[in-house]
């Protein structure tokens, strides 16, 4: 078998058989094929798409590169929760804290972040001492005994995903249905859960702009995990502003923590409620989303998600006093004011660009190797449909410098204010 005929067969739309996609897998991971090959292929399937069969066929060529993690050993049904990613977005933190208080086992492994979208992992560091890497049994043990686990890929986990995504990052075809599908879902299947919640984000912060867009991907999505015997299903969120009044590290953990405390906002608690009562129900612990929601709500009521976080915090090396003091987490010296030009309603604020900003502060990366500064961030006084009196401020920039004049025309770009606007909804659309 030549990789130029596989190239040759899907640049023509041919469908590639198993026996192809199991050679490029493999081609790939034992450095055969070269990376030039191996992008003119990820370019034909950007342009020429994958069926259902070939993608299911990439997803379990990819999750079988690598090592798969055996979670039997964790009495029930381990559900665990995949963000396609975006600002302000730290719904995996109160998340599993909420899920995992009702009974349901919640192994995560998450990621970092590159760009304007945070990762789990480099928020939870902002928590002094939390140990994001921990071995495959401790992570079992910890499910087992804690109810949760949030860590970083143990083991070789698709290791053919990680050189393949390495080569979409710089060949423009990161935003293909089939790669996107087929990269979550083999690190997902690889994990060893047996029920997976996905969040499909929309909008102008999103991979996918469009609802149209977004359901061919949730569509994808679900179709693999049901093809190879997985609980799985979607729900569609906004990602057209960020989510959340705080974008950045140890301002999202302040953020997780109020919402676990029952003072968060809503638009976070929403979201999370949603998610989290289709995890309750495939973990068996509800039986239907009505009775999950009034459970979810019960955990924080009752304090007890609130204690689940502190001790996962704990098991996890982390400082567990932060859940009652944010200041033994860093801060940002100065928290510099936006104000409004006008009088009106926030018609826009655009989520990538807000996550950007951020990131200019130091609170992302443009690189891979770039070092974080956990405290700063942005802070969000308005989101859109919000009334605002001209110089009232619109947000908080925390900075470590005092000089924020490029981050303040940045986000002036970003923010429109008109004579009306309308909340944009929370949740879209459900796929199963």
Not at 7 to 17: P, T, V, Y
Not at 54 to 61: F, V
Not at 195 to 202: E, H, P
Not at 357 to 369: H, N, P, Q, V
């Amino acid at each position: 078998m030549r990789m130029v005929d596989v190239i040759d067969k899907k640049r023509n739309g041919g469908e590639l058989s198993d026996e192809e996609i199991g050679f490029f897998v493999s081609g790939v991971v034992s450095g055969e094929i070269p990376d030039y090959q191996t992008s003119a292929l990820l370019m034909s399937i950007y342009f020429r798409g994958m069926n259902d069969h070939e993608r299911s066929q990439l997803t379990l060529e990819m999750m079988r590169s690598g090592d798969r993690l055996d979670l039997s050993g964790i009495p029930g049904v381990k559900v665990d929760k995949h963000s396609t990613g975006g600002v302000g977005d730290k719904v995996s933190l109160p998340l599993a804290a909420m899920v995992a208080a009702t009974g349901v086992p919640v192994p995560m492994i998450s990621g970092r972040g590159l760009g304007h979208t945070g990762g789990t992992l480099d928020k939870l560091e902002a928590i002094p001492g939390y140990q994001v890497e921990i071995g495959e049994q401790d992570f079992i043990d910890q499910v087992k005994n804690e109810g949760l686990a949030i860590i970083g890929a143990t083991g070789n986990i698709a290791p053919a995903d990680k050189k393949i995504y390495a080569l979409r990052d710089v060949t423009d075809t990161v935003d293909s249905i089939p790669l996107i599908a087929s990269s979550i879902m083999s690190k997902k299947i690889a994990s060893g859960t047996d029920a997976l919640v996905i969040d499909v984000k929309t909008g102008a912060g999103a991979f996918m702009k469009t609802l149209e867009k977004s359901e061919e991907l949730a569509k994808a999505l679900v179709g693999i995990g049901k093809g190879v015997g997985m609980e799985c299903m979607a729900v569609i969120s906004d990602m057209n502003q960020p989510l959340g009044r705080k974008v950045g590290n140890t301002l999202e953990i302040e953020e997780t923590l109020d919402i676990l405390k029952g003072k968060g906002p809503k638009d976070l608690l929403e979201l999370v409620l949603t998610l989290g009562s289709y995890m309750v129900v495939l973990g068996g612990k509800a039986a239907d989303e009505k009775e999950a929601r009034a459970r979810l709500e019960a955990t924080i009521a009752d304090g007890s998600a609130l204690e689940r976080f502190r001790a996962m915090v704990v098991a996890q090396g982390g400082d567990g006093r932060v859940v009652d003091d944010y200041s033994l987490m860093p801060h940002a010296k100065y928290r510099i004011e936006l104000p409004a030009k006008r009088a009106g309603h926030v018609t826009r604020m655009l989520a990538d660009e807000v996550g950007i900003a951020s990131m200019k502060l130091g609170g992302g990366r443009e690189k891979a190797d770039d070092q974080l500064d956990y405290g700063v961030g942005i802070e969000l006084n308005k989101k859109v449909g919000d009334e605002v009196e001209a110089g009232e401020s619109l947000l908080t920039i925390c900075s470590d410098r005092e000089n924020v004049d490029d981050i303040k025309e940045l986000l002036y770009g970003c923010i429109e204010i008109g004579d009306e606007a309308k909340p944009y909804p929370m949740v879209y659309k459900i796929v199963k």
